[in-house]
């Protein structure tokens, strides 16, 4: 028997709010109008950013735009063009060697443990790919990245819609039945639930120090780390 594609989310379940809320977010809010000026011209950039300048009605200065996704970020907007831009901006500062990405240890032993078992890996997030990619392979572990083979992020759908994860199963080639989805929002295990998914509630203390039991985790197995998730694969 094959042994099940296990997907993934990032923040709050590899690896700590805080690290994406505390050092990341900031950092692209920071850097955004100085890497606009420097880097606005160049193809990769400005398709988002007219992309956002279409949203706004057409014709603005690039100020504008920029104001808007700081706006956006403050309001932690899940918006292509804005996660692709804050890809962009985690680049820099991942290769200019500014922060190395937080992941659980029990993460990180779990993953390679799965990988080496045959289970094939991916992950979703609303983070760009281009940010996921950057996310693990400059992590504190080292480069994790060789450990996935799928990776997924709001261009195939909201991650609290059914459709988003019948989507991914499609581009894996697989039932949705042969997918366990780790996250720690029940909404978006739910989605995932809906569409024929196998589901696990990550609860880490670090994260949620009231733990999600009964009512509030809905019906998904519960782990506090991913040590836990083997008895349920």
Known sequence: MTPPTILTDIEGTTSSISFVKDVLFPYARRALPAFVHAHGREPE?????????????????????????????????????????????????????????????????????????????????????????????????????????????????????????????????????????LSDVVEELDAAREAGMRTVLVDRLADYPAPREGAARNGHPRVTSFDAVDALL
């Not at 300048?53 to 918006?79: F, I, S």
């Not at 692709?84 to 680049?91: D, I, K, N, V």
């Not at 991916?122 to 990245?145: I, N, W």
């Open 45 to 181: 950039v400005r398709r988002w950013l007219d992309a956002v300048a279409a949203e706004l009605g057409g014709a603005c200065d690039d100020r504008l735009v920029v104001e808007t996704l700081q706006g956006w970020m403050d309001q932690d907007r899940k918006h292509t063009a804005l996660k692709a831009l804050q890809g962009l901006l985690w680049r820099a500062g991942y290769e200019h060697g500014d922060y190395r990405a937080h992941v659980y240890p029990d993460a990180v032993a779990g993953l390679r443990r799965w990988h080496a078992g045959g289970h094939r890996l991916a992950v979703y997030s609303s983070g760009s790919v281009e940010a996921q990619k950057l996310f693990f392979g400059h992590s504190e572990a080292g480069d994790l990245t060789g450990l996935f083979s799928g990776w997924f992020d709001t261009a195939i759908g909201h991650k609290r819609e059914a459709e988003s994860y019948a989507r991914i199963a499609d581009a894996l080639d697989l039932a949705p039945a042969e997918v366990l989805f």
